[in-house]
């Protein structure tokens, strides 16, 4: 079985309930050092990425981090980064029906998931602002993170005013996986888009690891400098049983040949079964965890009791204490996203003041302190 960092909610108990409860994972590298990955990084052989450490006064201990992009409390020549992401669409074939991403199903949307996805926040500007605050034009998570560094980032005097992550989406050619009828089928709940695909996620990750990646390594559709994502309509999924359900969508790492590669996974949702969950929220979740934790390595003091977290963690993942809270974007397209707010880098290691925008501790301002004393 994979280790998965979080927990889901049985099923049974979610019916009863009248909606889905979301939850997330990560599955860590696993076999590779700090010191390794550096190396790997210095050598290209890695997404582009930066490592520091801090002193959390939680609990006085040293903490190391790596993260997407260049480091924002370093004056850099050229502080913005571009980063090129591999979207790819996946065709889930079960048993009892299809899910394709590149079909628009009636009842769900007149528009395709991966078309409403490419014209999403995720992959497209929008103009941001923080409490009165101008963070600039950008895509949702590069904003999130120029936020998240606001103190080197934004405002006069800053350090790197023109500090960027961008992802530079390239859509692959949409790969179709068959589900076997052991380790996934479609279920029908009630609703206009009823339909939702739960699968196993230990089989889903190991045909990742053992056929998706290499293939698409081997023919030049993706590297280890590059983060492939593969995309879903309305699929999730479950560990080892349906009664451990439902992860919407998780990111992780891998040793491969080459060198270390990251990958993420979730679903664009237009069912709405899943309460506070729509459109880009899964992706936002993903895409915002991948850029500050990409090895799924990142340790912090614990925190928890929490958003989607009933225990404690002790890892740098931004989406998980805010699970099922979103913002509202209305994009050029006339649709409108609910990307999921994110917590700052502040939060995890209880700074004081916060670096982040405005004093803030997370995005939209949900937390207004850092995450308290240490879990337990």
Not at 18 to 29: D, F, Q, S
Not at 236 to 252: A, Q, R
Request: aromatic share 10%; glycine share 12%; proline share 6%.
């Amino acid at each position: 079985m994979l280790v998965l960092l979080g927990a889901a909610v049985p099923a049974a108990a979610q019916a009863s309930s009248g909606r889905l409860t979301a939850r997330y994972t990560a599955i860590p590298l696993t076999g590779v050092s700090r010191a390794t990955l550096q190396a790997q990084s210095s050598a290209g052989s890695t997404v582009h990425d930066w490592s520091g450490s801090i002193v959390s006064p939680v609990d006085g201990q040293t903490y190391q981090y790596t993260m997407v992009g260049k480091n924002p409390m370093v004056k850099e020549s050229t502080p913005t980064t571009s980063v090129g992401v591999d979207l790819i669409p996946i065709k889930l074939v079960f048993n009892d029906g299809t899910l394709d991403p590149e079909v628009a199903t009636a009842g769900c949307s007149t528009k395709t998931p991966l078309a409403l996805t490419t014209g999403s926040p995720v992959f497209g500007t929008h103009a941001y602002t923080a409490g009165g605050v101008s963070v600039g034009t950008h895509q949702y998570v590069d904003a999130f993170q120029r936020e998240n560094f606001a103190h080197y980032v934004l405002g006069s005097g800053a350090l790197n005013p023109k500090y960027n992550v961008n992802l530079s989406k390239k859509v692959g050619v949409e790969i179709t996986v068959n589900v076997p009828a052991a380790d996934g089928s479609i279920y029908t709940y009630s609703g206009s888009c009823p339909h939702l695909g739960e699968m196993d996620i230990n089989w889903w990750d190991n045909y990742v690891r053992g056929t998706l990646l290499p293939s698409l390594e081997s023919s030049g559709a993706t590297s280890v400098k590059r983060f492939p994502f593969f995309l879903f309509s309305n699929a999730v999924m479950y560990n080892g049983n349906t009664s451990n359900c439902c992860y919407l969508g998780y990111h992780g790492a891998v040793a491969v040949a080459s060198g270390t590669q990251t990958y993420g996974v979730g679903e664009y949702d237009t069912n709405g079964l899943f309460s506070g969950i729509s459109d880009i929220e899964v992706l936002s979740h993903e895409f915002g965890e991948w850029m500050d934790d990409p090895f799924v390595n990142n340790p912090t003091p614990a925190w928890g009791h929490i958003g989607q977290v009933s225990g404690c963690q002790t890892n740098l993942e931004v989406g998980d204490p805010l699970t099922d809270t979103t913002v509202t974007v209305k994009m050029g397209n006339g649709v409108t996203y609910h990307p999921q707010e994110l917590a700052f880098f502040s939060w995890f290691y209880r700074q004081s003041p916060s670096i982040g925008v405005n004093g803030w501790y997370s995005s939209n301002d949900t937390f207004t302190t850092g995450a308290g004393p240490v879990c337990s």
